[in-house]
Structures are given as C-alpha cells and as structure tokens.
C-alpha cells in the first residue's frame, strides 16, 4: 500500500517520489512491516508503459528480534491497461550492509495501480 507523486522533467522522463508500506519477510518464518520511501526516474517509451529506477530505504516499524532499516535501488516496470488502471513489478535490491550477519533484503513486488485523474495527465495527452 502506498502513494506517489510524479512530475515530468523531460519529454518521456518522469521523476517520482514514492512512500509504501510492505510486509517483507525477515527470516525463513517471520514477517515484518517496513515503511519505505524512493524516489525513481521512470522513462515512457510509449504512454502506456514504463520502466524506472532509483534509490529506496526502508525501515522496520513492527516488531522483530531487532529493529532494522535497509536501502538500496528498485528496478522495476509498469504497464497501464487504461489511463487510470495499470499493474507494475518492482525488485528490491538490497545494498551490501557494514554488519553482513544481518543479511540483505531481497523482495519482488507486485501492484495494481490507480492513477487519479489531474491537470498533469491531461497536459500529457491522457
């Protein structure tokens, strides 16, 4: 569950900063809630599809043996069915930590998309 905000910085570039809520499993039998934040550049090689890149960092909000955060970079692509409605995959693709016992964070993502309606969307040609 999450929201994002987007706006265009060049012809088919688009910058977006994102905040999401994932449960991740943190061993073989436990899961735990992360809040995480990125912030992605996406390209649009046509309207309906894009694929985006960028930095993300999480932080363990429900308890665990220990709290822990993460970071690291989430590839990832979507594809809109209709202005509005869309699915995308994302990869979370931890980054080695300074302590390697706790180990890294490896996690594919689905999710179904709703984009809302606005003057941005428009202005694009939807």
Known sequence: MGAAVATEVANKLVF??????????????TT?????????????P????DF???PYGALQITKGDSPRGDYGIIPGAEYFFTNNF???ALYLF???EADVTKGKMRAFQISFIFRFNSLQLKNAGY
């Open 52 to 54: 985006f890149v960028g």
């Open 86 to 88: 869309g699915i995308g």
């Open 16 to 29: 977006q900063f994102g905040v999401s809520y994932s449960r991740l499993a943190t061993t073989p039998s």
């Open 32 to 44: 735990s809630g992360f809040a995480q934040l990125s912030a992605v550049i996406k390209y649009h």
């Open 94 to 96: 931890s980054l080695p």
């Open 46 to 49: 046509v309207k309906s599809f």
